[in-house]
């Protein structure tokens, strides 16, 4: 039966069911799934969970407990697994197995809580003080994390050697499908040694003498006879325990390394520049110590470039180069800090060395980051347009400035203006929609961010342009050319209207002068009929007058 | 012919490395007499600690392990979840115990932890060549306190016993010394009841021995017993700080 398990919990469960019955731990994040769960489990299995007083102590718990014989795991993340190198050291030193997870976190210091592979360093060197290794596991799924941790114990037990199981906040975090039938009731490997060594206050037998759990050899040669018997026991678990997966390797010239989450991106990568024909492949490395040196040269044959991918500033590509030995060119390509890098990032690393150019399709890993890509394009093309509308306007408004109906034309292309603003807004919110329908998807946050950077980068191109366009309206208005012609033609209107003013006048008094004239010929005229009709009817008068008068 | 004193066979045969005169000695013997009297010393289970006594594996004949420096009580509390039904102790000295392993002594007390712990108090680190422990008196020259330990400098002694005895976990804690027959018979009692109380299941349980280190004291052996009696013993009074067994209103040494 499969059940959805995160993977804290699924490596805790994994731990009980291969027989662990003792845990000490400390809190800190991301690896407390572990320890709570353990909390939980280990009574009800007759075990002892335990939350130490620091990791410090922890580790010497684990230390006390595996020296007494019993299968006993730890877990922390980073800063915690740096504590912890002082017991890993005494416990290698004194040759007890125990089975120590680490989360891996951003460094240095305290880092950050995000997933990261920056302690590839220290797992695969020892960690602590003396020359020691110990089988470092690097799950790339829950299931291999399960499966891996439940070896684990069955090698640990086998060389009498701590073993690490490395992930990072993404593998103790996320939930996958685990086959619990086949984790239920993992029996120790049939071929384990009895621990004859074990201090547990047992009765002491020529077999299980006395048991003294050491690590101080105070005698030179003492000490390196010692350290001989341990490195041919490193000898061993390097020819034995080597495990790594290859992917299309075959013909392989590109061929990538990578391990644990970063394997998983590294493959929907090849998978993309597979069907566009680049010949790209994936070793990935289980066992991060013991390297798989062996399998990484036999890809020479086939190989024209080395690309490994790691979370880190570049750890794990010291050991590619080393086994490549300077016969291929061996690339790097890392985020880190807490960063995952992105399938788009590595197909573009691909494309590079593939001496391919990028395909924009390909580019995106899936449909949101394809939505984010064309919201981003649109508002850039809106940008385009709103900026190409803003200089019409712009320039209409100049030309307007040094016409006479300037005022007319002004509010014209304000309007304009306006309208092209109301677009750019509408542009905006249905690219806003797009954003969050897209956001909705459970998937990816960094696409997210990453988008949201390039839209970003749009909207403060519109920013800028928008910018512009107005400091040209301001420029324009209040340039002193403007001011001046606005000036002159106040001017000339008031000149005209003075001129106009005037020619009215003389034309009004043209015309008082006129009718003045006229009246005045008007009454010479009235006179002069008066004296005629006057001498007329003198006339007739004369005759008649006589009588009459 | 009859056996009236025999080297008790808790211990090896291996000769002491201890500088004459030192206590540390007298203290392994209390230890594995108690262990063998009591009859849980074949199944014992003991942690050595880093400083004088980091060799106590090669003394003791039941099982052991070795610590990391003043890591002993977080060891001991692996081996005794493991195995509850052993008598596990740690045999500790005061820069192991009161200075790095401060976190662990103080954790596995209040935890009640079911181990019982030695502390050998002598005032100095012995190993490393005599240099100021957290258990130095105040005024006394070691070699990184040559002027005498300024307390306006560095601090005042811890006081192991007393602190741990405020807390809930300890079952028992006594101090005790071994600078003479009579004070070595009352160690080994309190001893043999600290182990008694932990089989007993009671808690965490403490002797902390003052003990003497003549070569980093720069003083004769005869001398050394008497500065432990003179100097260290106002400081750090002999008694029992913590005893879940006592009678209330007991022994007049109950605090």
């Given amino acids: 039966m499969k059940k959805l398990m995160k993977g804290n919990e699924a490596i805790a469960e994994a731990a009980i069911q291969a027989g662990c019955r003792y845990f000490f731990g400390y809190p800190i994040t991301p690896q407390n799934q572990i320890p709570e769960y353990m909390s939980k489990r280990l009574p009800q299995e007759n075990g002892c969970f335990l939350q130490a007083e620091s990791e410090v102590a922890a580790i010497n718990m684990v230390y006390g407990a595996a020296g007494a014989g019993a299968r006993v795991m730890t877990s922390s993340s980073s800063p915690g697994i740096s504590l912890k190198q ?319 109906e300037f005022q007319e034309n002004l509010q014209k292309a304000a309007e304009k203006v306006n309208a092209a603003a109301e677009a750019v807004g509408e542009k905006l919110d249905e690219a806003g929609r797009k954003i969050h329908d897209a956001v909705t998807s459970p998937e990816v946050q960094h696409k997210a961010q990453e988008a949201a950077e390039k839209v970003n980068a749009a909207a403060e191109t519109v920013g800028e342009k928008l910018d512009e366009a107005g400091r040209k309206i301001h420029d324009a208005v209040t340039s002193p050319e403007t001011q001046q012609k606005m000036q002159d033609a106040g001017n000339q209107v008031g000149d005209f209207a003075a001129r106009a003013a005037e020619t009215v006048t003389k034309g009004v008094a043209g015309i008082f002068g006129a009718i003045g004239k006229a009246f005045e010929t008007v009454q010479k005229d009235l006179k002069d009929i008066e004296a005629k009709q006057k001498a007329q009817d003198d006339q007739p008068t004369d005759q008649n007058g006589k009588e009459g008068e | 012919m009859a056996v009236v004193f025999q080297k008790t066979r808790m211990l090896t045969d291996k000769p002491f490395h201890y500088c004459p005169g030192c206590t540390h000695g007298i203290i392994h013997r209390l230890v594995a007499e108690a262990l063998d009297e009591l009859g849980i010393g074949d199944t014992a289970i003991g942690v050595a600690p880093v400083g004088c006594a980091v060799f106590a594996y090669d003394y003791f004949t039941c099982d052991m392990m070795e610590a990391a420096h003043g890591r002993a009580p977080a060891v001991a509390t692996g081996i005794k979840r493991v195995c509850p039904d052993k008598a596990v102790f740690t045999y500790q000295g005061d820069g192991d115990l009161a200075s790095i392993g401060t976190a662990e002594i103080v954790h596995a007390a209040t935890r009640g932890e079911k181990i019982t712990t030695i502390f050998v108090n002598n005032a100095i680190y012995g190993m490393t060549g005599g240099q100021m422990a957290p258990t130095t008196l105040p005024g006394q020259v070691t070699t990184t306190s040559p002027y005498g330990r300024d307390v306006n400098h560095c601090g005042w002694p811890v006081r192991v016993s007393e602190m741990l005895a405020t807390l809930n976990g300890p079952a028992y804690i006594e101090r005790v010394s071994v600078h003479d027959v009579p004070h070595i018979k009352k160690a080994k009692a309190a001893i043999k009841k600290a182990f008694q109380l932990q089989m007993e299941g009671k808690g965490f349980t403490m002797v902390e021995v003052l003990s003497t280190c003549p070569t980093n004291w720069g003083q004769t052996p005869q001398e050394a017993l008497k500065w432990l009696q003179d100097s260290m013993m106002p400081t750090y009074p002999l008694g029992v700080f913590k005893d879940i067994t006592a009678q209330p209103a007991a022994e007049g040494g109950a605090r």
């Fill in chain 1, 86 to 404: 002082e017991g890993i050291s005494y416990i290698v030193g004194a040759e007890l197995p125990c089975v120590i997870v680490n989360m891996v976190r951003g460094g240095p210091g305290l880092g950050s809580i995000q997933p990261a592979q920056s302690d590839y360093f220290q797992s695969t060197r020892g960690g602590g003080h003396g020359d020691y290794r110990m089988c470092v596991l690097a799950p790339g799924s829950v299931q291999e994390a399960v499966d891996l941790t439940q070896e684990a114990f069955d090698i640990a037990d086998r060389y009498r050697n701590p073993v690490i199981v490395l992930g990072d906040g993404l593998i103790g975090q996320m939930m996958e499908p685990v086959d619990m039938d086949k984790v239920k009731n993992h029996a120790p490997a049939a071929d384990l040694p009895p621990k004859t060594w074990a201090a547990n206050g047992h009765a002491p037998t020529a077999e299980s003498p006395r048991a003294v759990t050491n690590s101080l050899y105070i005698d030179p040669q003492v000490l390196e006879n010692h350290n001989l018997r341990l490195q041919k026991k490193y000898d061993l678990m390097a020819k034995n325990e080597c495990r790594w997966q290859e992917e299309q390797l075959a013909d392989a010239e590109i061929v990538m390394i990578a391990y644990g989450t970063t394997s998983r991106i590294a493959r929907s990568a090849m998978r993309k520049c597979r069907e566009r024909g680049i010949r790209v492949g994936l070793l990935r490395p289980i066992t991060l110590w013991p390297f798989p040196e062996e399998a990484i040269r036999k890809t020479l044959a086939t190989a024209k470039h080395y690309l490994v991918l790691e979370m880190s500033m570049g750890q794990m590509v010291d050991d590619v180069r080393l086994a490549v030995s300077g016969e291929c060119p061996v690339h790097f390509y890392g985020r880190t800090g807490g960063m995952v890098p992105t399938v788009a990032e590595v197909v573009a690393q691909i494309e590079q060395l593939a001496g391919v150019k990028p395909e924009p399709e390909a580019a995106c890993s899936c449909d949101f980051s394809k939505a984010m890509d064309d919201a981003a394009q649109s508002l850039n093309q809106a940008a385009a347009a709103v900026g190409q509308t803003l200089d019409e306007a712009g320039k209409k408004v100049h030309e307007a400035v040094n016409s006479p």
